[in-house]
Structure formats: C-alpha cells, structure tokens
C-alpha cells in the first residue's frame, strides 16, 4: 500500500507533523504517516528511534508535543503551542480509545485476575457488558490464541508464551480497528517466539484489523507487512513495500541497520 492510495481512502490512522519530546530530548520530529483500513504495517529502526513513542501516543498512552493524530476520521490529538487544544472530552476519548489495542513487550497483565478475568476485565468496564457477555467474547478470543483451556490460570502460572497470546485476546476482544504490537516477542525466550507470531499471522490474515507492528523480527515483518518504514532518529527514514525495504534499500542508514540482521 503507498502513500498515494492511501491519500484516496479513508485513512484509519493518520498522524500530521507529529512531535514528541521528553524534556529535551526531542524523539519524534515531524512524522506524517497514514494507515490505511486494515492495513498491515511494520515499523523498524534502531532502537530508541521513536518507534514505541509512535504506538503510545496512538494508544493515548503519551501526548504529542505538537501535531494532530486522527484515528477512524475523527481528532484523537490536535496540539499546538504545547497545548492541548483538542484531548476532546472525556467520553469522546474512550470511545476512540477503544478502536486502538495494544499488546506490549512485557504482557502487562494483571497479575491479581486469572486468564479470563484479565480478558473480560474491559469489555465489562469499558463497553458495559454483562459477566456473560464479555465471558462469551473472552472464551472465543482465548480459543483463538489456544488458550481456551487455561481460563483459570493465573500470569504466574504461564509460560511468557502463553501470557502474550492472553495479552492479545485481552486486546482483540474490544474488537479494536487498529493494533498496536510493540516489540511482542522481545522479552520471550526463542523457543517461545514461534507459537506467538503465529497467533499474529492468523490474526494478520483475517484481515479486517490495521496493524502496526514494531519488530525486530525482519523475516516475521517482511512475511507479513503490506509496507515497512524505517525510522531513524525520530524521522522516518525510508518506506515502501518488504521486497523495497529489505532487499533494496536505499539509504546507506537502513543498509547498515539491516547488515546486522543478516
Ligand atoms: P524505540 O521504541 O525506537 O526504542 P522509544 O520510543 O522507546 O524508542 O524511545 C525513544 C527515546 O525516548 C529513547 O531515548 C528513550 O529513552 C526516550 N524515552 C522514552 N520514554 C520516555 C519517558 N517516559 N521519559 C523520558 N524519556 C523517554
């Protein structure tokens, strides 16, 4: 997917002359990027480029220095000046909130709720659903991810495996329209990395939902990526499809980062 196709559609996500800084460390600096309706994007760089930034501030996790972010249509941030000028209200605010999932590096599960509680802990509080409701939608989430058996485990129980598959169905059973994925496999040992980008892949190939994937995983990122960007020093560096990306890149940055994956 390009930019240019992009443009003509609706995007899902669209972030406009995005800045972040912490103090002064300014890590995003000036970043247009647009996500299409179910798009699938990869998101690689060095590390402390930015990338998680990018997805926390989407997730309303972190506020944007300057620079707007719409999510489905609709402000999510608009902020000049180092004001917020539109955080919308409240209620506005959860509603959008809940088209973005998130699943991070280090599960953040809640550690006192067993498998099932920690899957069906949103839906009640955050769209209203009854206990059977949200226990139904939490049982075919979990038995997509094949977990179906370990409702009553509690995340000490796990294997770190098995808490990232339960940290995916606590984000897809809000049914979000985009998917944050930060760096999910990093904390796990290798032979766990397997059973968790492939629940990824099945959900990738379902379709409907826009990912943006943050890895270090090359291979996963170029299997299953419609676009990559490469960023850099809070800019994005170069972008384009996987075989553009991977097997010709540009810019001599991306060629040394990508050497050291080889
Ligand atoms: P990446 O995901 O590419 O590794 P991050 O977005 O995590 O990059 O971080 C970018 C930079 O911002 C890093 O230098 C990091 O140390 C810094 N940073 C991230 N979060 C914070 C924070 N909450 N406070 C201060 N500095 C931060």
Redesign the pocket.
């Known amino acids: 997917m390009y930019q240019e196709d992009c443009d003509k559609m609706q995007s899902i996500v669209r972030y406009s002359n995005i800045t ?1 800084s ?2 002064d ?1 300014e ?2 600096k000036g970043i247009d990027l647009d996500i299409a309706p179910g798009e699938k994007l990869a ?1 690689i ?12 501030m989407l997730m309303t996790l ?1 506020v944007p220095t300057s620079g707007t972010i719409e999510l489905d249509g609709e402000l999510l941030w608009h902020i000049r000046d180092k004001e917020r000028l539109i955080r919308a209200n409240e209620k506005h605010l959860h509603r959008m909130r809940g088209s973005v999932g998130m699943v991070f590096q280090h599960f953040n599960l809640f550690p006192h709720m067993n498998v099932l509680r920690n899957v069906t802990e949103a839906p009640r509080k955050v769209l209203g659903m009854s206990k059977e409701e949200a226990a139904e939608s939490a049982v075919s989430m979990l038995r997509k991810v094949g977990l179906e058996d370990k409702l009553k485990m509690y995340p000490a129980q796990l294997s770190g495996g098995q808490k990232q598959r339960v940290a995916i169905a606590r984000a897809l059973v809000m049914r979000p329209k985009v998917m944050v994925f ?2 999910v496999t990093s904390a796990l040992d290798p032979e766990l990395v397997g059973e968790v980008l492939e629940v990824i892949r099945e959900i990738a190939e379902e379709g409907e939902m826009a990912m943006m994937l ?1 890895t270090h995983e090359m291979d996963f990122a170029k299997e299953i990526a419609d676009r990559v960007i490469f ?1 850099a020093d ?1 800019r994005i560096v170069e972008q384009g499809t996987p075989e553009q990306i991977f097997d010709n890149p540009q810019s001599e940055r991306l060629q040394s980062f990508l050497k050291r994956f080889r």
């Open positions: 972040k912490y103090g460390l890590v995003i998101v760089g060095p590390s402390g480029s930015g990338k998680t930034t990018l997805g926390r972190e930060d760096e943050i960023g809070g």
